[in-house]
């Protein structure tokens, strides 16, 4: 059973600049979520995904946008970027369905904006 | 407005004894608890859980309580290994396991 892939695991931006970083979820899961860790800092919710449908959204610009394909694979694009958005952005997958299933998470991708 | 806070950065223990990581949380809308277990370069890896309903729940080495009253959660893991080392978040959500929302983490150093 493969886990939570994300891709790339490292790139560096230059501010006002775009990035898409790209999630596949693990076998079986049809919910994605999205979280950003700021150095230093616990991870933050930024939207989940079910069924390719956004399903809740934390306290992020509208700059922060997602896709969640057929296959359940996911993208996080950013648009604008800051200085403030280098950090670890982390997907996690879940089967999907039930108030209390366990995320999985992905190694992140590591963002530095420069 | 941090909802979930972990007020120790870190903390050292001794291979053997027992490790106790805190938590205080101020929306008194969570319900569900969770800790996380990171290692560098890995994503969080859940550990356990726990139910507002509940005030205890035990995983082999693992405990979780609960004090609702004073909205404050532990976790106690006894005995502490060397592998336990890592940073550990707690999170805790609304209306289930999704949309968690973290602290900030504290990283825990077993000792030999």
């Known amino acids: 059973e493969t886990g939570v892939t994300q891709s790339p695991t490292h790139l560096i931006k230059t501010r006002g600049q775009q990035v898409t970083l790209r999630c596949s979820s693990q076998s079986g899961h049809n919910t994605v979520s999205w979280y950003q860790q700021a150095l230093g800092q616990g991870p933050q919710f930024i939207f989940q995904y079910y069924r390719e449908e956004e399903n809740g959204r934390g306290n992020f610009p509208p700059r922060f946008s997602g896709l969640q394909f057929p296959n359940y694979s996911s993208e996080l694009n950013v648009n604008a970027l800051e200085l403030d958005d280098s950090a670890l952005y982390l997907c996690a997958s879940s089967p999907g369905g039930r108030r209390e299933e366990t995320q999985y998470f992905g190694p992140g991708t590591r963002l530095l904006v420069l | 407005d941090q909802q979930v806070k972990q007020n120790s950065p870190s903390l050292s223990v001794q291979e053997g004894r027992i490790s106790i990581l805190n938590c205080d949380y101020t929306?008194?809308?969570?319900?569900?608890f969770l800790w996380y277990k990171k290692y560098p370069a890995e994503g969080p890896t859940f550990l356990i859980s726990i139910s507002s309903i509940k005030d205890k729940n035990e995983d082999g080495r693992f405990t979780v309580f609960l004090n609702k009253s004073a909205k404050h959660l532990s976790l106690h893991i006894v005995p502490s290994q060397p592998g336990d080392s890592a940073v550990y978040f707690c999170?805790?959500?609304?209306?289930?396991?999704?949309?968690?929302?973290f602290g900030q983490g504290t990283r825990l150093t077993i000792n030999p």
């Open positions: 929306n008194s809308m969570f319900d569900y």
């Open positions: 999170a805790a959500s609304v209306g289930g396991a999704q949309k968690l929302v």
